[in-house]
């Protein structure tokens, strides 16, 4: 790893993490921060052989841990998604297209943040199925995109490129000792890294903010080489060994 020209928030994550999702306020409220780059790493919770089609297994499952998002951070649930998207045995979860979309976005505009974060509400209010082709046309549409673009980079990172996204992202990952999504990591120039704690912070993006701009002007603290973060327990998105 080597370190950034600017100071870098390294934010893991994937699109289909309810964590994540918990966590988009924060994200948000990073970019507010003067002089801090946002680098986004998505590391494939739900692709390749984790890809898997919806079933009562998995609405059970997952419910729990949405209501308890909701509570935690404030962040809204539709009906459309539980009583519509978690009851549709013929959709598909995977975590690839909508990273490539993401990828494609940032790489065409420089909006990977905004897509991501009209994925996550399409996915968690909408109830839309976030890993077909259409959907993400259109919801890049929807945030002004330009959609036939749009479509011809997705295609271009099809394949090998995203997987090899997925593979540096999972690297990442391992190399600053986190153990699933979300895990953000602050890397200042020849200072090193240090993971960052969000738990005291899901629905308090203002203090969130402030916290990230304290960290600025002081000197830096030793990493633990851990993700402590609250989002990554018992109550977040681990990744499978």
């Known amino acids: 790893m080597s ?3 600017a100071p870098t928030l390294h934010y893991i994550y994937d699109p289909l993490c309810g964590w994540c999702y918990a966590a988009a306020s924060l994200v948000e409220a990073a970019r507010s921060v003067p002089g801090l780059v946002i680098a986004m790493h998505a590391g494939g919770m739900l692709s390749g052989a984790n890809a898997r089609r919806i079933d009562a297994r998995w609405r059970d499952y997952v419910m729990p841990h949405d209501r308890r998002i909701a509570q935690v951070s404030g962040q809204p649930f ?6 519509g998207l978690l009851r549709d045995t013929t959709a598909v979860m ?6 490539a979309a993401v990828l494609a976005a940032q790489q065409s505009s420089g909006r990977g943040l905004d897509l991501l ?3 996550q509400r399409a996915h968690y209010v909408e109830g839309r199925r976030i890993a077909d082709a259409d959907t993400l046309q259109a919801l890049a549409a929807e945030i002004g995109l330009d959609g036939d673009a749009f479509a011809a980079t997705m295609r271009q990172l ?8 997925i593979e540096e992202s999972r690297r990442l990952l391992s190399a600053v000792g986190g153990h699933g999504f979300p895990t953000f990591a602050l890397e200042r120039p020849g200072q090193g890294w240090t993971v960052l704690d969000i738990g005291p912070y899901l629905g308090r993006p203002a203090a969130w903010r402030d916290h990230l701009a304290s960290l600025l002007a002081s000197a830096p603290a030793p990493s633990t080489g851990s993700a402590t973060s609250a989002a990554c327990g018992p109550d977040g998105c681990a990744v499978d060994p």
């Open 3 to 5: 370190n950034a020209a």
């Open 78 to 83: 539709g009906d459309a998604y539980f009583d």
């Open 94 to 99: 995977d975590s690839t297209p909508p990273i």
């Open 117 to 119: 974060h009209r994925l």
């Open 158 to 165: 099809e394949g090998e490129p995203v997987a090899r996204h």
